[in-house]
């Protein structure tokens, strides 16, 4: 059963990628490296980038809903959650809504007007969507905890797979307003069909508030906001650094990292979540060498499959966008980009297995550090370096900020092997 479990997960995870990639195609096949892509793409990343705020709310929620035994008191958890999540989520997109022309200044100082006002009204319709967000994580999360993680996993496919329809159908005329509508629509239809799943397992005749959800909400804002130091600066300084650039020039960047991120969810699929298990049961059993070994193996296996991965996308990709009579733009520029983000996320790979051990024995501030490491280091190289590569700089960027990311955190795992092992033979 397992083995079948895992078996599907895989196949959900390849549909999934295969429809962001397909979705990456088709944007470049409609509009290639122009304004209008880069409208698209910094509109979304600045929606993706606010989202992480939404996340602080709903971390926590799986943990305590699948420690609860009692199947009352998890009716109860979960009416009290999600109905904070409902109003939470209404008010946080409330207020981003009003600010939109204040966060598209901090998010996009480098603008034009012109440009400026495109990004605007895509914009306006991405806030829209965070309407669902929080609620839809809390459901995504209960379908996880009851084993329903197909489902959940399908469901996140919905928004991307609505996008893809509304570009095979591309009418040529307001087709960014309408990707991002069709955004609007996966994303409420993702967020209906989670609540028609959940509604079986809830018991409205046992419905109370449940104080538990605030501990919940104030332990998730600790744990988030130690991912979010790095995320939500990453978010803010790629639309701010690429909306510096001409037109066609931040399209390019998105497309290489479409594709490098397309090659992360492979590695951080079954293959992450498999090293999570065995570093945590590894620690249980005080088998401090096997970590070491598994360490040592993920550290040769992830640079090679994303050098072998990088050699065959600038073997395939020439000639498959000239066989659909759209030859690539620009494309020493993108090969360039498209190494250096490759190579950070060879580092994200390999990082993650150190970061489990400090995360494991509830060493948060360590990764906060890191990613504090990270974003001096970034910001550093990122204004150092913008007038001798252009958008190049900012991968290049991005790698040197990861690489001490990936050294911060293997030291601190290291130090802390160190301890487990003088304790335990002690």
Not at 96 to 115: C, V
Not at 316 to 328: D, Q, R, S, T
């Amino acid at each position: 059963m397992k083995d079948l479990f895992k078996f599907r997960y895989n196949i959900i995870n390849a549909i999934g990628i295969a429809i962001g990639m397909l979705n990456v195609i088709l944007i470049y096949k409609n509009y290639g490296s122009s304004a209008q892509s880069d409208t698209y793409f910094l509109g979304f990343t600045i929606y993706a980038t606010l989202s992480l705020i939404y996340q602080l709310f709903s971390e926590q929620f799986i943990f305590t809903y699948r420690g609860i035994i009692s199947e009352k008191e998890k009716n109860q958890f979960l009416f009290t959650y999600l109905s904070f999540a409902t109003i939470a989520g209404l008010l946080l997109t409330t207020v981003i809504f009003f600010t939109k022309p204040l966060l598209l200044n901090i998010f996009a100082f480098g603008l034009t007007d012109a440009r400026k006002e495109m990004v605007f009204g895509v914009l306006s319709i991405f806030t829209i969507s965070l309407v669902c967000y929080l609620p839809l994580q809390i459901l995504l999360a209960v379908l996880n905890a009851i084993d329903q993680l197909a489902v959940s996993y399908t469901l996140t496919f919905l928004p991307t797979s609505f996008v893809t329809m509304a570009l095979l159908f591309d009418s040529g005329v307001g087709g960014i307003n309408e990707m991002a509508y069709a955004h609007l629509i996966g994303s409420c239809l993702a967020l209906l069909l989670s609540f028609l799943f959940t509604i079986k397992i809830i018991d409205f005749k046992s419905l109370t508030i449940n104080k538990k959800f605030i501990d919940t909400v104030l332990i998730g804002l600790k744990v988030r906001f130690a991912h979010n130091v790095h995320n939500f600066f990453l978010g803010w300084a790629i639309t701010n650094y690429l909306s510096m650039y001409s037109a066609g020039q931040a399209s390019l960047f998105f497309y290489a990292k479409k594709i490098s991120d397309a090659a992360l969810s492979v590695s951080y699929g079954p293959t992450h979540k498999l090293l999570i298990n065995k570093i945590v049961d590894s620690l249980k059993h005080h088998s401090i060498g096997n970590i070491e070994d598994l360490l040592r193996k993920i550290t040769y296996i992830f640079p090679a499959f994303f050098l072998l991965l990088y050699i065959a996308v600038c073997i395939v990709a020439p000639e498959f966008f000239i066989i659909i009579g759209k030859p690539l733009d620009n494309k020493n520029t993108l090969f360039a980009i498209l190494f250096f983000l490759f190579c950070a996320n060879s580092l994200i790979s390999i990082e993650v297995g150190y970061a489990i051990i400090s995360q494991a024995n509830n060493k948060y501030w360590n990764v906060v550090i890191a990613n504090l490491g990270f974003v001096m280091l970034f910001t550093i190289c990122a204004y150092s370096i913008q007038n001798i590569s252009g958008v190049i700089g900012l991968s290049i960027s991005m790698f040197i900020g990861q690489l001490s990311n990936y050294f911060v955190n293997k030291s601190y795992a290291n130090k802390t092997i160190a301890e487990m092992k003088r304790n335990f033979c002690s």
